[in-house]
């Protein structure tokens, strides 16, 4: 079964950081091309970034431009969003989500894409 196993979220304050982290499950991530989406409590869930199959960031919304920043370690089959400079704005469930690629170098935003995904983990920010 392919799956992510998503950590990392909690309580920060504003101006704080916080890393997710998705372990992938049956597979190895080589090859995969990355999402991190959010949802707010009662809206539509929402593109945050993604990264390509070479580990470079992509798309992203403007909202989390110069703040927030994935990464991946090949060797721990693990992949990150780092979130530093947090607002209120940033709260809600975040989720982790990966494909097999498409065209090499690109990813997408579209959830319609995705087919592997990470359970969700809660980001409150909140003085």
């Known amino acids: 079964q392919l799956q992510f196993v998503e950590s990392g979220g909690g309580l920060v304050q504003p101006g704080g950081s916080l890393r997710l982290s998705c372990a992938a499950s049956?597979?190895?991530?080589?090859?995969?091309?990355i999402g991190w989406f959010r949802q707010v409590s009662g809206k539509d869930r929402e593109g945050v970034l993604c990264?390509?199959?070479?580990?470079?960031?992509?798309n992203y919304a403007e909202s989390v431009k110069d703040r927030f920043t994935s990464s991946r370690d090949m060797a721990k089959k693990t992949v990150y969003l780092q979130m530093d400079s947090l607002k209120p704005e940033d709260t809600a469930v975040y989720y982790c989500?990966?494909?097999?690629?498409?065209?090499?170098?690109?990813?997408?935003?579209?959830?319609?894409?995705?087919?592997?995904w990470g359970q969700g983990t809660q980001v409150t920010v909140s003085s």
């Open positions: 989500a990966a494909h097999r690629r498409s065209f090499r170098g690109t990813c997408t935003v579209n959830e319609g894409r995705y087919n592997i």
């Open positions: 049956g597979f190895s991530l080589e090859g995969y091309s």
């Open positions: 990264m390509t199959d070479r580990g470079r960031t992509g």
